[in-house]
C-alpha cells in the first residue's frame, strides 16, 4: 500500500478509549457512549494512549469533581504530543454547564458533547468534519432499552437509570440545570431492559436516578397518595419479578413519605435486598431549611425509626455536606449526634462548594475551608467508629454473598459482596476456605464472617448445597452460550459515586 490508499488508512479511526468521571449516572451514560463507538466499528481499548479516539465523560456537580475533571481531560490532551490520538471528546455534565467557557480554555479539546447528547458521539464518529459544539438540551433524551450499551463492570452486575432530571431546588445543587427536569422511563421499558440485562448473565441490578422516589410523577396518569399511574413500588415489583434476576437494590431516595408498599417490598420481596440509599445531606433544623430540603430533623428520626423497625436487617446509606454557608458549631455537633444516634451502615460525606445557578451561592456567612475541612474528617471519624462496631458484630454470622472475582489488588484473592454492599462504594468480602479455586464470578454462595475491618469482611466460604451445585453449573453453561455471542464487558477508568443527592 502507498500514496493517498496508505496515508488514509493511517489516519483511520480504529480505536477508542473512554474515561468516565462522577456517578453510576454518569457511568450508564457512558456505557451508552461505548455501545454507540462499538456499533460505529471502533475497537475499545483500556489504555488511552493506544486510543484514536479518547472520551472524557466529566462531572460537574461540585468543586473537586469540577477539578478532577478538567485534570483528566488535560491529562489525555497531553497525549497528542506522544501518543496516537488523533481526536479528543469531551461529554457529560461539565460540558452541558460550561460549554462556553470550555471551548475557549480548552482549545485542544475537538468536540463537546453535553449530558443528553450520548448518542451524538456516533455523528462525531461518523464525520471528521462534525461540529466542535454539540451541547444540547439536557431536556432532550432519556435512556431507553433500545439505545446501544455495553455494561462496564461485570457480566454480573449492572446499574438501570429509570429517570433523567430533577424537579427540587436544593440550595446547593446544580443538576436541574444540567440535567433539565425529571423524565421518567416507561414501566415496560425499563423492565424490558432488565429483562435483556439478565438474558446475558446479570443477576444483580441497581436502580438509579437523580430522585429515585419521585419517580412516575411526571408520567401521564399519575395522582399523588393514590394508587393509579406509574410509582416507584410498581416499578420495583416489575422489575424484580424478571425471572432470573436474584438482587434489586434502589439508590438515591429522598427523605419523604415512603409508600407502605415500597417498604414492604424493600423488607419483605425475596429479590429486593434490604438496602436503603437516603441521602440526608444534614440533621439540624436550621440547616436543612437553609438548604431547602423541604423537612426538618424531626421527619429524618421518623424516616430512621420507620425504616429500621420496617425492614430486617436493613443496610443504610446516607451523605451529609459539611460547611454550607451559616453553619456553625451548634449546627455540626447536631450533625454529629444524629450520626451517632442513627448509627448508619453507610456513610458519605461531602464538603460544601459554592456552585453557580445556586441559591447557597447568593448566601453570606461562608465556612472557612479549613474548618470545613475539620468537620469533614471528624464527621468520617465518627463513622469509621460505627462501621467497624457494625462489622466486628457480624463475626461468626453466614451470609450470602455475590462473587467478583479476583481481586484488583490481590491476584491470588477472590472477592464478593454482601447484600448490604453495593458496587465499587461499599467494601469487599474477601474469601477463604477449601473451595475459593472453585468459586466463578456471578455466583450467589453463603459465607461465615471470620474477620471484620472498617469497611471490608473476610468470610469462609461454605459447602454448597445439591440445589446451590446444580444451579451453578446452569449459569455457568448459560454464561458459556452467552460468551460466543457477546464481545467482553469494557472496563472503564472511574471516579467514586461523588453526587450523592
Known amino acids: 500500500m502507498s500514496g493517498p490508499a496508505r496515508e ?46 479518547v472520551v472524557v465523560n466529566t462531572c460537574g456537580f461540585i468543586g473537586e469533581a469540577k477539578k478532577e475533571s478538567v485534570d483528566t481531560v488535560l491529562q489525555m490532551a497531553e497525549l497528542r504530543t506522544h501518543g496516537r490520538m488523533k481526536r479528543l471528546v469531551v461529554a457529560g455534565c461539565l460540558s452541558q454547564r460550561y460549554a462556553d467557557e470550555l471551548a475557549k480554555e480548552l482549545p485542544e479539546v475537538d468536540h463537546f458533547l453535553g449530558s443528553s447528547d450520548m448518542l451524538k458521539l456516533g455523528e462525531v464518529l461518523a ?6 459544539m454539540l451541547v444540547g438540551n439536557p431536556a432532550q433524551w432519556v435512556i431507553g432499552k433500545s439505545d446501544p450499551r455495553v455494561l462496564s463492570q461485570s457480566r454480573h452486575s449492572a446499574y438501570v437509570k429509570i429517570a433523567e432530571g430533577c424537579n427540587r431546588s436544593c440550595s ?31 443477576v444483580e441490578v441497581n436502580l438509579i436516578s437523580q430522585d429515585t422516589i419521585s419517580y412516575g410523577k411526571d408520567l401521564p396518569g399519575h395522582s399523588e397518595g393514590k394508587a393509579e399511574g406509574a410509582r416507584l413500588a410498581d416499578l420495583v415489583e416489575k422489575v424484580a419479578d424478571v ?30 435486598v434490604p438496602y436503603v440509599d437516603m441521602p440526608l445531606q444534614h440533621a439540624s433544623d436550621r440547616m436543612l431549611k437553609a438548604m431547602r430540603r423541604g423537612h426538618g430533623l424531626d421527619r429524618q428520626r421518623r424516616v430512621v425509626e420507620r425504616l429500621r423497625k420496617a425492614i430486617p436487617g436493613l443496610t443504610f446509606r446516607t451523605a451529609f455536606i459539611v460547611g454550607h454557608p451559616g453553619e456553625t458549631e451548634e449546627d455540626f455537633a447536631e450533625l454529629l449526634e444524629f450520626v451517632k444516634w442513627a448509627e448508619f451502615e453507610r456513610l458519605a460525606a461531602f464538603r460544601y462548594s459554592d456552585e453557580e445557578d445556586t441559591h447557597a451561592v447568593t448566601l453570606g456567612d461562608k465556612v472557612p475551608a479549613k474548618i470545613a475541612a475539620a468537620r469533614h474528617r471528624k464527621l468520617m471519624s465518627t463513622q469509621k467508629a460505627i462501621a467497624h462496631k457494625k462489622h466486628k458484630a457480624l463475626i461468626g454470622q453466614e451470609l450470602e454473598v455475590l462473587v467478583e472475582g479476583v481481586s484488583d489488588e490481590h491476584e ?80 472503564l477508568p472511574v471516579v467514586g459515586d461523588i453526587a450523592g443527592r
Not at 464525520?127 to 466542535?132: E, G, L
Not at 467494601?427 to 459465607?447: D, N
Open 8 to 53: 488514509a488508512s493511517e489516519n483511520a479511526e480504529k480505536t477508542i478509549h473512554f474515561v468516565s468521571l462522577g456517578c453510576p449516572k454518569n457511568r450508564v451514560d457512558t456505557e451508552v457512549m461505548v455501545g454507540v463507538a462499538e456499533a460505529a466499528g471502533l475497537d475499545l481499548v483500556g489504555d488511552a494512549e493506544d486510543a484514536d479516539v
Open 127 to 132: 464525520r471528521k468534519d462534525a461540529a466542535r
Open 172 to 202: 446547593f445543587c446544580a443538576i436541574p440545570s444540567m440535567r433539565g427536569k425529571q423524565r421518567s422511563r416507561a414501566v415496560d421499558d425499563v423492565v424490558a431492559e432488565v429483562a435483556s440485562l439478565v438474558a446475558q448473565g446479570v
Open 243 to 272: 425471572a432470573g434476576l436474584r438482587w434489586l437494590r434502589l439508590f438515591y431516595l429522598y427523605p419523604e413519605k415512603m409508600d407502605d408498599r415500597l417498604i414492604e417490598l424493600v423488607g419483605q420481596h425475596p429479590r429486593v
Open 412 to 491: 491470588y484473592v477472590q472477592m464478593a459482596r454482601h447484600a448490604g454492599q453495593a458496587p465499587e462504594i461499599d467494601g469487599q468480602v474477601y474469601l477463604e476456605g477449601p473451595e475459593v479455586a472453585e468459586v466463578h464470578a456471578g455466583e450467589i454462595r453463603r459465607v461465615q464472617v471470620t474477620q471484620a475491618a472498617d469497611y471490608d469482611l473476610v468470610g469462609e466460604l461454605l459447602p454448597r448445597s445439591e440445589d446451590e451445585a446444580s444451579a451453578a453449573l446452569r449459569r455457568a453453561a448459560i454464561l458459556a452460550r452467552v460468551a460466543k455471542t457477546t464481545k467482553p464487558r469494557v472496563t
